[in-house]
């Protein structure tokens, strides 16, 4: 049986390698003739644990093609493009809706329709495709840890018109990855999908917001979040550390998305407004802090230096990143920046990316983490005694916390 995906970004690819490991005969298809060509040469534009090993490992199962006539073959054909969001993280669904529609004038009309893409409600029952073989399927992949996520997923949740059962072909399929398969309707599924994400807008806001309260109450955060964690009803995967609010354009989409539709319904969207203004209070701490300190220490024209440029460890993407933020804030002072995946951000003359962590150091007056990479959690103070520059130490994630800073008579300021 062959399997087509529509669409290959982060989510197309990650999930067609992860199909293809399965055992399946792949059909990727892109527009783009330059993208597909380096798709075959396993040349990707995104950056994942093991990407590569599954593309040497399972590529010979995919035929990547920019030849919409080559999904004709496909009896199942997920469109999986990651939905582009404007500045105000509003999903550009009428363009998307319109690129799908024009796939689907050259399929097979006995293929199974999946839309894996984040839909508003109501959106794929709109499409015009036969219903008894047109699906939604939530997907719940995380950057820097998506491959193990696609090929061992909790759950499979699929949206159909009959909430009782699906094809057997396509049961089929998605019993190979050894999952409970839960089926309702469409809006349901779409829905659940929302639901998961702003779950999670509201561990992360509360997390922020009790570890500010209990810092300021004199308790230790990490000895409470610890219990938490062993509660049943929280659990160990919990958001319970605090972090710069949210990020990445996901969550946010989806908060705007939720918002939009209480206010059309006439609900009470007062919680929504006070997670993004959370949100938002935390994205900006390190450049509140950072005012504070120069304050203090009455000098403006320190150098900065940024350690973690992508919104989140083991990703690449900038996309609403605290990081890049506080570099538009503070656009007149010099400021050297290194990050793992990231070699490049345009659009700032007073960035400078820098080749290692201690070349940031060496430069720093002020030093600010942006994220948790492992990296990070190596720094000793070797490398910031051999600075002779530092003054403070700005970390939200507490990644350097056994660092003695009062012994080295540098400024230290986490969230925790």
């Known amino acids: 049986m062959k399997i087509g995906f529509?669409?290959?970004?982060?989510?197309?690819?990650?999930?067609?390698?992860?199909?293809?490991?399965?055992?399946?005969?792949i059909v990727c298809y892109d527009s783009d003739p330059v993208n597909i060509n380096l798709f075959k040469k396993g040349i990707f534009n995104i950056d994942e644990p093991n990407l590569y090993k599954y593309f040497k490992s399972y590529s010979p199962k995919i035929?990547?093609?920019?030849?919409?006539?080559?999904?004709?073959?496909?009896?199942?054909?997920?469109?999986?493009?990651?939905?582009?969001?404007?500045?105000?993280?509003?999903?550009?669904?009428?363009?998307?809706?319109?690129?799908?529609?024009?796939?689907?004038k050259f399929l097979n009309k006995n293929s199974y329709i999946v839309v894996l893409s984040q839909v508003t409600p109501g959106f794929t029952e709109s499409l015009n495709w036969n219903k008894k073989k047109l699906f939604y399927q939530v997907e719940t992949l995380i950057f820097g840890n998506a491959i193990k996520r696609a090929s061992d997923p909790e759950r499979f949740i699929i949206g159909s018109n009959n909430s009782k059962k699906i094809p057997i072909k396509f049961s089929n399929f998605l019993k190979q990855y050894n999952c409970p398969i839960l089926i309702m309707n469409y809006k349901s599924a779409e829905i659940t999908k929302i639901s998961i994400n702003l779950y999670l807008i509201s561990q992360v806001s509360m997390t922020?917001?009790?570890?500010?309260?209990?810092?300021?109450?004199?308790?230790?955060?990490?000895?409470?979040?610890?219990?938490?964690?062993?509660?049943?009803?929280?659990?160990?995967?919990?958001?319970?550390?605090?972090?710069l609010g949210i990020s990445g354009g996901n969550l946010e989409r989806d908060l705007v998305t939720v918002r939009k539709l209480f206010s059309k319904n006439k609900l009470n969207n007062n919680i929504f407004n006070e997670y993004e203004s959370i949100s938002n209070r935390?994205?900006?701490?390190?450049?509140?802090?950072?005012?504070?300190?120069?304050y203090q220490i009455k000098n403006k024209n320190l150098i900065i230096g940024i350690l973690g440029l992508a919104y989140k460890k083991n990703t690449h993407s900038l996309k609403n990143s605290p990081s890049i933020k506080f570099?538009?804030?503070?656009?007149?002072?010099?400021?050297?920046?290194?990050?793992?995946?990231?070699?490049k951000v345009e659009g700032f003359q007073n960035l400078q990316i820098s080749k290692n962590i201690n070349q940031v150091i060496s430069k720093s007056n002020i030093l600010i983490i942006f994220n948790d990479s492992d990296d990070f959690k190596k720094i000793t103070d070797k490398e910031l005694i051999a600075s002779k520059k530092l003054y403070a130490v700005i970390d939200p994630?507490?990644?350097?916390?056994?660092?003695?800073?009062?012994?080295?008579?540098?400024?230290?300021?986490?969230?925790?």
């Open 6 to 25: 529509v669409g290959l970004s982060h989510l197309g690819i990650i999930s067609s390698l992860v199909a293809a490991s399965k055992g399946y005969q």
């Open 63 to 104: 035929k990547y093609s920019n030849k919409i006539a080559d999904l004709k073959s496909c009896e199942i054909v997920y469109f999986s493009e990651d939905i582009k969001t404007n500045d105000k993280n509003i999903s550009d669904i009428k363009n998307y809706k319109q690129k799908i529609n024009k796939v689907l």
């Open 208 to 243: 922020n917001i009790l570890a500010d309260f209990v810092k300021k109450f004199g308790a230790n955060w990490t000895d409470i979040s610890n219990s938490l964690r062993l509660d049943k009803r929280i659990g160990k995967h919990s958001y319970l550390n605090p972090g």
């Open 282 to 294: 935390y994205n900006k701490w390190p450049n509140h802090i950072f005012k504070q300190i120069i």
């Open 327 to 343: 570099i538009k804030d503070n656009i007149k002072s010099k400021i050297f920046a290194f990050d793992p995946l990231i070699n």
């Open 397 to 416: 994630y507490s990644v350097m916390k056994k660092i003695k800073f009062e012994k080295l008579n540098i400024i230290y300021k986490s969230l925790i």
